[in-house]
């Protein structure tokens, strides 16, 4: 039988105003909850035992993550109807069945009312990312509703959610794929560009999607300049700032395998003539050591707070690093500056580059405001599917 979750009274609010988790403190009492597990679908009803909506248990302080607010059988029908939504979206967006653009994000977790579940599609090859036990369970209805929504445009399905499910779920579970079929590296494209992506070994789903658009922007302004790309990973920023027409481009990131992978991507698209040095150094050494003599810089660095708890130190993080890279642009310098923590809003990411600039003592013009691209869209109802921030400055 499924278990009953009683909100305390007036709780449902949020929910009213479709927000997609429930928190531990919202909860009263749970009934039949003799044998319930995390990862099992729930139901969740008000103080006054009306039927609100439906979603996975999870143990921790998001207690349900929602994924309907009908009270619907959550069978193979439904995961195949949610993909194909997904689906509509990305193609309303032109990426699907794109000539230039082979990689791009279908499901964007609560910005596709799918909580807890991320897709990203490389080629043939789609790979699934877990953040919750619920979804982990459902992996195979998901795969084999991607399936059915593609066709045989996607061969092979990978599941990578060994480092994303809730560590205190105590799953032990290994990588790997869901399809007969294994398509171990790929080569994809972006903007017309192309770039190795191996999901098995990489960070995350293997690539960063979500720069996408951002990318184009640095494309747009590298036309004879010197540029500098820190927290490189792949590469993608170079690569572009490269076909932009920079007169060189230097990668740097801690991770040697990064770094190697970066020159490979560079080679891939223009040879082995290419202007690059790939460097694999820490980005704030690296800064401390530099010349003067680059005019374009970007800063992309991992999420530095990924908890509420920490915000304060990574906003001083921030600053160190925009102060710094302010401190040694050239003047008339272009600086791309991002922050992916979900933590830190864009408010408080503004505020931490306007102390550096203060810091730097530079006269500073924003230029663009940067966000997500279309296909990590963010539910007007969740704004906590909105993370990705960023700021063109120019440098006086
Ligand atoms: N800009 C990249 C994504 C960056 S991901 C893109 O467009 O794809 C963050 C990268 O920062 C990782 O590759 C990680 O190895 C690197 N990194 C983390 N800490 C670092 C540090 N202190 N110095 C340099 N690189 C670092």
Known sequence: MIAKVYLKRGKEESLLRRHLWIFSGAIARI????????????????????FIARGHYQIGSITVRILTFQQEEINQDWWTLRIRQAYQVRQAQGLVDSKITTCYRLVHGEGDMLSGLVVDIYGTTAVVQCHSVGMYHSRKQIATAISKVYGSKIESVYDKSSR?????????????????????????LENGLKFEVNWEEGQKTGFFIDQRVNRELVRRYSKGRRVLNTFCYTGGFSVYAADGGATEVVSVDSSERAVELASRNMKLNFGEQIPHKAIAMDTFDFLKEMDDSFDLVILDPPAFAKHHKVVHEALKAY??????????????????????????????????????AAIAGRRVRILHQLTQPEDHAINIYHPESEYLKGLVLYIE
Do not use: W
């Open 31 to 50: 009934e039949n909850d003799e044998n319930l597990l995390e990862g099992d679908i729930v139901d969740v009803y008000t103080n006054d035992k009306q």
């Open 164 to 188: 994303t499910l809730p560590f205190k779920a105590g799953i032990d579970t290994c990588d790997g794929y869901l399809t007969a079929q294994h398509n171990h590296v790929g080569y994809v």
């Open 319 to 356: 600053k160190r690093l925009n102060a710094k890279a302010m401190q040694k642009i050239k003047s008339g310098g272009i600086l791309f500056t991002f922050s992916c923590s979900q933590a830190v809003n864009k408010e408080q990411f503004r505020m931490a580059v306007f102390s550096a």
